[in-house]
């Protein structure tokens, strides 16, 4: 069976520090992989998503980047955390058109 | 762009009231249609999905018609209960170059007062 794996679970880091959350599927090949973002009291925000190694698309001009290293494994990133950077983080990947999204348990990020 | 608007919330209803969470969607294709539920300090998971015109998708009392004609995939309950309590995401799914992307409305939170 498919799981996916998000860690940390929990973040606290400073502003201006680098961040780096690292997310892997397995039991799958070739998954489209997606990062949201869910700040307090909005909703969930399409940030980027890949359908291969090396193939990023981005949603919304921010602070953040992604990569996808390997075919199963989709890394955010930023170089300089600001404030605004603080929320719920989640990676989900889905397989086909039709199916449903799988997510991992998110990663809380308090910039502080 | 494709799109997924959804009806504010918080929602707040007895139990064994009647729920209706209202969804639209705009689309360049024929997308695939989700309902998801995250439960405090979780992931979402999948409540139900409809994959072409006027399917119905259902799961725990909940239901939602796909309506191509007004574009929208409205989640209903007969009967809410107190464990119903959550944040509820429409969602589609639409064909990218390669591949296939899903986006997600703002979420309507849900309170079931017992």
């Known amino acids: 069976s498919q799981t996916i794996h998000q860690w940390p679970a929990t973040l606290v880091q400073p502003v201006g520090s680098p961040l780096s959350l690292e997310c892997t599927v397995e039991?799958?090949?070739?998954?489209?992989l997606y990062w949201y973002r869910q700040a307090a009291g909005r909703g969930l925000q399409l940030l980027f998503y890949s359908v291969g190694i090396g193939q990023i698309s981005s949603e919304v001009p921010q602070n953040l980047s992604a990569s996808r290293p390997q075919d199963r494994q989709f890394i955010l990133s930023s170089k300089k955390l600001l404030l605004s950077d603080s929320g719920f983080y989640l990676c989900?990947?889905?397989?086909?058109?039709?199916?449903?999204?799988?997510f991992g348990q998110g990663t809380r990020l308090t910039v502080v | 762009g494709d799109s997924v608007t959804q009806m504010e919330g918080p929602v707040t209803l007895s139990e064994e009231a009647f729920l209706t969470i209202n969804c639209t969607y705009t689309?360049?294709?024929?997308?695939?249609l989700f309902w998801y539920v995250q439960y405090p300090g979780e992931g979402l998971q999948l409540l139900l999905k409809?994959?072409?015109?006027?399917d119905k998708g259902s799961n725990k009392g909940f239901e939602a018609t796909y309506r191509k004609e007004t574009t929208s995939f409205h989640l209903e309950k007969g009967s809410v209960q107190v464990s119903d309590s959550a944040v509820y995401f429409c969602a589609l799914s639409e064909v990218e170059t390669g591949g296939f992307k899903t986006i997600f409305g703002a979420g309507t939170r849900l309170f079931v007062k017992a």
């Open positions: 409809a994959t072409k015109a006027d």
């Open positions: 989900a990947w889905t397989r086909d058109r039709g199916t449903e999204a799988f």
């Open positions: 689309a360049t294709g024929y997308p695939s």
């Open positions: 039991g799958t090949s070739n998954p489209n």
